[in-house]
């Protein structure tokens, strides 16, 4: 079993940055990837950016490149979402996930364990 934990969410207002957080404890992977997701009111869940364990190639929704910037901590067992210039329509909660593979996905459908989320809301 693998527990995410999420932090770093919060209000901002739009133009701002936030740094999201996800520790990974319990059963680890020595090559897994790890994404963000995010879902706003009323919408679907979406990708947002995701990361290899190993070599760290990246994948990002076109909504957010240039914008937010993954990256990860092998010791640490951490990933983080960098997210600046922020939108109003980046409001969501953000999900972290993970999956036992190495290669990142774009579907949630392909992850195995999720965080509970954080919520990030971006005042116009």
Do not use: H
Not at 68 to 76: E, H, L, M
Not at 103 to 115: E, H, I, M, V
Not at 119 to 124: A, D, W, Y
């Amino acid at each position: 079993q693998v527990q995410l934990v999420e932090s770093g969410g919060g209000l901002v207002q739009s133009g701002g940055s936030l740094r999201l957080s996800c520790a990974a404890s319990g059963r680890t992977f020595s090559r897994a990837a790890l994404a963000w997701f995010r879902q706003a009111p009323g919408k679907e869940r979406e990708f947002v950016a995701a990361i290899s364990w190993v070599g760290g190639s990246t994948n990002y929704a076109d909504s957010v490149k240039g914008r937010f910037t993954i990256s990860r901590d092998n010791a640490k067992v951490t990933v983080y979402l960098q997210m600046n210039s922020l939108k109003a329509e980046d409001t969501a909660v953000y999900y972290c996930a993970a999956r036992g593979m190495a290669s990142p996905s774009t579907n949630s459908d392909a992850y195995d364990y999720w965080g509970q989320g954080t919520q990030v809301t971006v005042s116009s």
